[in-house]
């Protein structure tokens, strides 16, 4: 099966611009997950879908970041206006289910989208 | 509390002995899933093992395996015979499940660095 896509692959851009991530989970997975992961540290869940709705989304910095997943396929996470604090890898992982029976199932990862804000 | 906790920063370990990365975790719900990933230095996360909490045996997977202690809330990491490509990131995760949310939710370590010296 194919895995997690994600674009772009690299990002450079400068404080105050903005910036768009996108992710296309495995095929048939229903929930869909972006993270944070600054460089030495794990990653920080910033946003769960479950199909098209919102499960958790407390760790988003509401006030700059936005994501949306139309049609509970794919996903678009934005970044309006970015700050230096931001340069990170944002991962995206998809995973079959996210209900109360499905505490087995691995989560797959994206390659990632490494980002640098100047 | 951390849900997820990885004492290790960074290990070496001579190329084809084996090797014990640590992880405790927290939780107080009965159903919870313990995973291991892989992350080398190109950035993606790799899925390594699952060990489901009612698991009555240690998980293993090839070359890994999964030391299970549910009374010391511990699920260490074994890596046998290590080659240098075992040189990684590698991140201890749970699964929760989330009555309240409906849902479940990855909880990370902070990672251990391998580094297999030839």
């Known amino acids: 099966e194919a895995g997690v896509a994600q674009s772009p692959r690299y990002k450079i851009i400068e404080k105050r611009q903005s910036v768009a991530f996108w992710c296309n989970p495995i095929s048939g997975h229903a929930t869909l997950y972006w993270y944070q992961q600054i460089l030495g540290q794990g990653p920080k869940l910033l946003i769960q879908?479950?199909?098209?709705?919102?499960?958790?989304d407390s760790q988003l910095p509401k006030d700059r970041f936005s994501a949306e997943r139309l049609k509970g396929v794919d996903s678009t996470l934005k970044i309006q206006p970015a700050k230096l604090e931001d340069s990170a890898v944002y991962l995206c992982?998809?995973?079959?289910?996210?209900?109360?029976?499905?505490?087995?199932?691995?989560?797959?990862f994206g390659n990632g989208t490494r980002l640098t804000v100047t | 509390a951390q849900k997820i906790t990885q004492t290790q920063p960074g290990m070496f370990v001579q190329e084809k002995e084996a090797v014990t990365l640590d992880c405790t975790y927290d939780t107080s719900d009965p159903s919870y899933g313990l995973f291991w990933y892989k992350q080398p230095s190109s950035g993606e996360m790799i899925f390594l093992i699952y060990?489901?909490?009612?698991?009555?045996q240690n998980a293993t997977e090839g070359r890994y395996s999964l030391n299970f202690q549910k009374a010391r809330k511990s699920a260490n990491l074994v890596i046998s015979a290590s080659q240098l490509g075992d040189s990684a990131m590698y991140f201890c995760a749970m699964r929760e499940v989330s009555f309240l949310r409906g849902g479940n939710q990855f909880y990370f370590g902070t990672g251990t660095s391998l580094t297999v010296i030839p």
């Open positions: 992982a998809s995973s079959q289910e996210g209900g109360l029976s499905s505490y087995n199932s691995p989560l797959h």
């Open positions: 060990q489901g909490s009612y698991d009555q």
């Open positions: 879908f479950q199909n098209n709705g919102v499960v958790d």
